[in-house]
């Protein structure tokens, strides 16, 4: 089990996560009354992801957040008045008012990359940062987000690819909000669980409430402890639930009544109220104590967004360029010989340390006579769990090593790695989405008989009249079965969520479904 | 400043050059100038890329500096943005440059911006063969080049011989925003040159006059500029004198050059291997006449590819692109105004 977390570690997850939802309630106000220039997307509900990943990494570390991990920007040093000016356009912004949002970063000292609007982009930068901070010898930590809607992008599968290829340093946050704007996630994703995704990248990764705050951190912390000791990348799926629409201007009345009850009566900052109370580890005065900071921090920082002036209009021309109005240097904690020659070479021809007798299971599946594929073992249903493992290998310093090629070193059997901390015992997760998997369709198995020549096809008269035609068997069904609202295409329907939802009626079922799925999935 | 790493580069003068060894030079002597200077891209190692360009970095510089990739460009890119905001200085290759299309949002909207958004510079080079002539067909003989002109934040050179490629690659990891840098793969072993002595530098956003003359103007860049330098030998013996410049850079253009040259030939054609439409010849037409409308003879004419694919089949290709007779053609026409 991890270490206890401090009472002051436990107050700082409240001060954050209340100054996050505080700070948004004060920008809807100010978005009524015009006073926010675009859009403002909301995190209510979502507090407990961006304060709970961002506070178990330390400062040299470095994040990337997404819109809505405005609290993550909190804990690593943001003022709430950036957050203020930068929705108001203001000329006292982190970016002047050339952007808005959660869209600025600070490369010297907070160690924040900018967000941009096409999702997935983060997860390959931030894998060049993870990159780079081993190639320096600072033994850092990289941690960006992503949604369940932006882990269907190419740049995800690229970037993460990336990042397990090079064994780099870098934590994954996948915050499953149950809605890319409108598509809930059983419309785009055909796994049961995001963090699903990590075996076919061979990396580790774990599931957690994403309401829950100190499971968030200690799941956290533990993933960034892993990577910094070269066990990385990680991949964290948060199941939590996006509270409002996909922005203001979005009532989403696409979800369902009782999606919103359920995850109402789990929201993470009066759980956690309660779980401190409970513990005995804050009382009344101390909350009003902090509730009153955050309320005195909130009121100056607001005062000081309305009272910026706007940008003079002929500064929109000014930087396009970095004219050497930036120090661009490269701070190495390492000795400067292993990564110039003649301390960087090496032999490149790859070396096979025992082939072929290395080769393990693969020769084996080799020399079967059944091939490939049925050798295969089925993927690990707890990615977490995987026992027999490869210990993932530092990326070791070639100039030390030079007839020794990671990549090359056949898998062989070895004991699974010990974690420096132990693993975050999986908590029960949430019933989070009604049952709504797609029906496997059942398909008649096709008659053995002759295929159809390609380009040859019912209407081809020559064709129609040869015996093949009698046993091409999709002809001949779709004639039998003339009414399309015969049983067999009914089974190549997948059901709706919606009709599903309507169906399930009321959160009592839908929290009964829930329980069923967590048997199931045991997790 | 990473400039106190620096080793000082004491090459002799080469002859016989070609712009491979060129750009393999420029790698070498930057990642060996300084260590934050590394190289990413696919089979660039062991390999030493698909045109052998980074030939030998790997057994110099080591896998952390020599970093290959799987097949994954955005991949690339992202991650050599990345390593560049932690001070580093990537060189990506491009496999071929017509996969940057495979990027183009990670250059476009995150790399070219970050610096006017958010203060952060992206000091990366993007580098590959482009160009066709080489048969190699629609997907491997792109000019993609304008759509990152049309990018602002983004700085993009298509040098024409190997001490430019050499000189112009140098200035480009040097440089502080991240810089597209085409090769032309036709010229990749097809000319050799001297190479000049010690850290040889060329800066970006000058172009060069080729030669002198004082009928007109030929303004071009990369392979065409041979091919406008062979239809100005033809030109010059039926008594048309043709001044050829070489743009180099092409954004940021040099707008001088351009004006000072039609200034003084009153006569403009412009030849470029990209397509017709969108192609820079009309951004060139637009400052020659925003600068130098009042001294031009004649109409500004181009001779450019026609707006199709790249083909494949030779006739085709040769059909496609513009050559000598067709420069020739076009500058005769031009001469009679």
């Known amino acids: 089990m991890s270490q206890p977390l401090t009472r002051e570690q436990h107050l700082n997850l409240y001060y954050y996560m209340q100054l996050n939802r505080q700070l948004e309630e004060r920008m809807v106000r100010l978005f009524r009354q015009n006073k926010i220039v675009g859009g403002l997307y909301s995190s209510l509900g979502q507090e407990a992801v ?474 | 400043m990473a400039s106190h790493f620096a080793t000082p580069i004491a090459a002799p003068a080469q002859t016989g050059v070609t712009m491979v060894e060129a750009i393999r030079q420029a790698m070498m002597e930057e990642m060996q100038r300084d260590p934050a200077v590394v190289a990413i891209g696919e089979d660039i190692g062991a390999y030493g890329g698909a045109f052998k360009v980074t030939d030998g970095l790997l057994a110099k510089f080591g896998r952390e500096r020599v970093i290959e990739t799987p097949i994954a460009e955005t991949a690339i890119i992202g991650a050599a943005c990345g390593m560049s905001f932690l001070g580093l200085r990537p060189v990506a290759e491009m496999q071929f440059i017509d996969f940057i299309a495979c990027c183009f949002n990670q250059i476009t909207n995150f790399v070219a911006k970050s610096h006017y958004l958010w203060g952060a510079p992206v000091p990366i080079v993007v580098r590959g063969p482009s160009g066709g002539g080489v048969h190699g067909g629609p997907f491997h003989s792109a000019n993609p080049e304008m759509y990152f002109v049309h990018t602002p934040g983004l700085k993009v050179i298509y040098p024409s011989t190997p001490a430019d490629a050499k000189g112009l690659l140098k200035s480009a990891i040097r440089d502080n925003n991240p810089v597209l840098f085409f090769e032309h793969k036709y010229l990749y072993r097809r000319i050799k040159e001297e190479m000049p002595a010690g850290d040889h530098l060329v800066p970006i956003g000058k172009a060069a006059i080729r030669r002198e003359g004082r009928d007109l103007t030929i303004l071009s860049y990369a392979a065409m500029v041979h091919t406008s330098m062979e239809a100005a030998e033809q030109l010059a013996k039926e008594g048309i004198e043709v001044e050829v410049i070489d743009l180099r850079t092409l954004l940021p253009l040099d707008r001088d050059a351009i004006i000072t040259s039609v200034k003084k030939t009153n006569k403009l054609l412009v030849v470029h291997e990209d397509t017709k439409t969108g192609g820079i010849a009309g951004e060139i037409a637009a400052i020659v006449c925003e600068g130098a409308f009042e001294d031009l003879d004649g109409p500004i004419a181009r001779v450019t590819a026609i707006d199709t694919p790249v083909p494949y089949s030779p006739t085709l290709e040769e059909y496609f692109m513009p050559n000598t007779e067709k420069v020739v053609a076009a500058a005769r026409e031009l001469a009679k105004y």
């Open chain 1, 50 to 523: 961006s304060v709970g990943t961002a506070s178990a990494v330390e400062k040299r570390d470095w994040i990337a957040p997404m819109i809505r991990n405005i609290g993550a920007l909190l804990v690593k040093g943001v003022p709430p008045r950036d957050i203020f000016t930068q929705h108001m356009a203001k000329y006292t912004s982190p970016t002047k008012g050339k952007d808005g949002t959660s869209h600025f970063g600070d490369l010297k000292d907070l160690h924040i990359v900018s967000p941009i609007s096409m999702l997935g982009d983060l997860i390959p930068v931030m894998t060049g940062v993870a990159m780079a901070g081993r190639y320096l010898g600072q033994n850092i930590v990289a941690l960006t987000w992503i949604g369940d809607g932006g882990s269907s992008t190419g740049a995800f599968h690229e970037g993460l690819g990336l990042a397990a290829a090079q064994k780099a340093p870098f934590v994954l946050i996948v915050e499953n909000n149950q809605w890319a704007y409108s598509t809930p996630v059983s419309r785009q994703v055909p796994v049961k669980n995001l963090a699903d995704r990590a075996v076919a990248y061979g990396i580790q990764s774990s599931i957690v409430d994403g309401n829950d705050v100190v499971a968030v951190f200690n799941n956290t912390k533990y993933a960034v402890e892993e990577c910094r000791a070269g066990r990385g990348p990680r991949l964290i799926e948060v199941k939590t639930m996006r509270m409002r629409g996909h922005a203001q201007h979005d009532p989403a009345e696409y979800v369902p009544k009782e999606m919103f009850d359920f995850w109402k009566s789990r929201d993470p900052i009066v759980l956690y109220e309660k779980f401190l109370t409970d513990n005995k580890i804050w009382d009344a005065k101390t909350k009003s104590e902090l509730d009153a900071k955050i309320e005195k921090l909130l009121d100056v920082d607001q005062q000081f967004a309305e009272d910026s002036p706007m940008p003079p209009p002929e500064f929109a021309a000014e930087g396009v360029y970095c004219d050497g109005c930036h120090d661009i240097s490269a701070e190495f904690k390492r000795p400067m010989s292993e990564v110039t020659p003649p301390g960087s070479g090496i032999d490149i021809t790859y070396k096979l340390s025992d082939f072929p007798a290395g080769m393990g299971d693969a020769a084996s599946v080799l020399k079967s006579a059944n091939g490939g594929h049925s050798q295969h073992q089925k993927p690990q249903q707890k990615p977490q769990q995987q026992a027999g493992a490869p210990r993932p290998v530092l990326h070791a310093n070639p100039a030390r090593q030079p007839n020794t090629v990671q990549q090359a070193k056949p898998a062989q059997p070895q004991p699974a790695p010990r974690p420096a901390v132990a693993p975050v015992p999986p908590k029960p997760v949430p019933p989070i989405y009604p049952e709504d998997e797609f029906v496997e369709p059942e398909r008649a198995a096709e008659p053995e008989g002759p295929r159809v020549p390609f380009g040859r096809g019912p209407k081809d008269k020559a064709f129609r009249d040869t015996a093949e035609a009698k046993v091409y068997s999709r002809v001949q069904k779709g004639r039998n079965s003339a009414a399309p609202a015969n049983g067999n295409s009914k089974n190549f329907t997948p059901k709706s969520p919606a009709k599903n939802f309507s169906k399930s009626g009321g959160a009592k079922s839908f929290g009964k479904q829930g329980g069923k799925s967590q048997g199931k999935g045991g997790r």
